[in-house]
């Protein structure tokens, strides 16, 4: 899983690239941890757009990503969604608590 990021004033957008399963997972988290403690953003942006695949584990990296947006005050969204990921949101219940870009 490749991870890149970029700040535009106070907006954060990290974009993933390949398969986001378990072996990926725990560094995704990491990673993401570390940009937005660096840019303390208002607004974060997920981008799935390069994601291949996804299982369950993408759900611990964006709960992870709206409770920490959640305590800096800031909102979260997540845009490009494959549909495959898009089922794994919608069964978890995670596109009734953070909006859905294109």
Do not use: Y
Request: hydrophobic share 45%.
């Amino acid at each position: 899983m490749e991870v890149q990021t970029k700040t535009i004033d106070c907006t954060l957008t990290v974009s993933f690239r390949g398969e986001l399963d378990h072996h990926a997972a725990r560094e995704t988290v990491t990673a993401l941890e570390r940009a937005v403690d660096a840019a303390l953003p208002m607004h974060l942006t997920l981008d799935f757009g390069g994601v291949t695949f996804m299982d369950s584990s993408g759900i611990a990296v964006v709960m992870r990503a709206f409770r920490r947006m959640s305590a800096l005050g800031g909102r979260l969204e997540l845009i490009n969604v494959p549909a495959q990921a898009k089922k794994v949101f919608d069964a978890a219940g995670i596109t009734a608590r953070v909006p859905m870009g294109t």
